[in-house]
């Protein structure tokens, strides 16, 4: 994907050092942190092509003392003392730096993607809010709070909202 930091074993690309570099620096910030582990073969070389819906045997864990020493990641689960490893052959971590993605060395077909546990959404909530509806933007306004939001919508979506609301 373009804009991805990209790492591969035995690569000519002058990046490469700097980008394992920066994929070791991502590797170990997630300390502590809730993150999802999904395994998927791959029976494409898209990315954008591998369904990463939760399945059966994906995990949501704690992850412990992430390293990377040489090219091996190795991490520990919540109350163990076990150390897991996986030595890539190509690493990439996205452009948003949400998800990094590990292709096994040793299983060819593998890959792995480590990335945030759940996605959480702030919630506001606006007691009694004022609602203005102007050209394609909605306005939502608590007085008290002293909160604005404004949605712009698309033609469509404003369509559909006056279809659904007025």
Known sequence: MEGNIIWELGSNNQENANNLANI???WQEINGKEISWCQRIMTSTNLSEIHWEQQRFD???????PDLRGITF???KP????EYNITPQKIELDNQGKYLYIYSQTQKNLIIRVG???????TVELLDAEIKLENNILILRDNTK???VK?????EKFYQLK????
């Open 151 to 155: 949605l712009t919508l698309s033609p």
């Open 163 to 166: 279809q659904e609301f007025l």
């Open 59 to 65: 995990e949501t864990f704690k992850i412990i003392n």
């Open 116 to 122: 945030p546990g759940e996605i959480t959404y702030l």
């Open 74 to 76: 190795y991490w520990q």
């Open 79 to 82: 109350n163990s003392t076990q």
């Open 146 to 148: 002293l909160i604005e």
């Open 24 to 26: 070791r620096k991502w």
